[in-house]
């Protein structure tokens, strides 16, 4: 399983915004510096994550990017899904989806939602504060 470029750039687009949480609101301009990501890749992020309920957006003067709730109540799992849809390893398990040859027929079919659960379960154990929180070695490189 790997998670697509979108879905990682999103979870480091939110680790960037929490690491703003209780400071004034931060720009898609400023988090795109902080990230490295392009800007219009963070634009369109900060919309899909907005869209999810993950961040807040506020126009004109004194307005900016923030998390739309506590950093501690996100959970990976949470933004994955923002950005990929609900967490599952195969298709045949999503509802209305019946394009496999071998449905009828499969034995393991049955056993793929206690997979996903349990896939969807550890991420969601996964804190954005976890996430958020720089390395030493990072920390070491950021002038004070």
Request: proline content about 6%.
């Amino acid at each position: 399983m790997r998670l697509s470029s979108m879905a990682d750039y999103a979870v480091v687009t939110m680790c960037a915004a929490a690491r703003h949480c209780g400071f004034a609101r931060v720009s898609a301009g400023e988090l795109a510096e902080e990230t490295g990501l392009p800007l219009p890749t963070v634009q369109k992020l900060v919309s899909t994550l907005s869209r999810a309920g993950l961040l807040k957006s506020m126009r004109g003067a004194g307005g900016g990017i923030q998390l739309a709730r506590p950093a501690a109540a996100i959970s990976l799992a949470d933004i994955v899904e923002a950005v990929e849809g609900p967490i599952a390893l195969t298709a045949c398990v999503e509802d209305g989806k019946h394009d496999c040859g071998l449905e009828a027929k499969c034995t393991v079919r049955p056993h793929w939602s206690i997979v996903n659960t349990t896939l969807r379960s550890a991420l969601d154990n996964v804190k954005l504060p976890q996430l958020a929180r720089l390395p030493d070695s990072v920390k070491d490189q950021i002038p004070a």
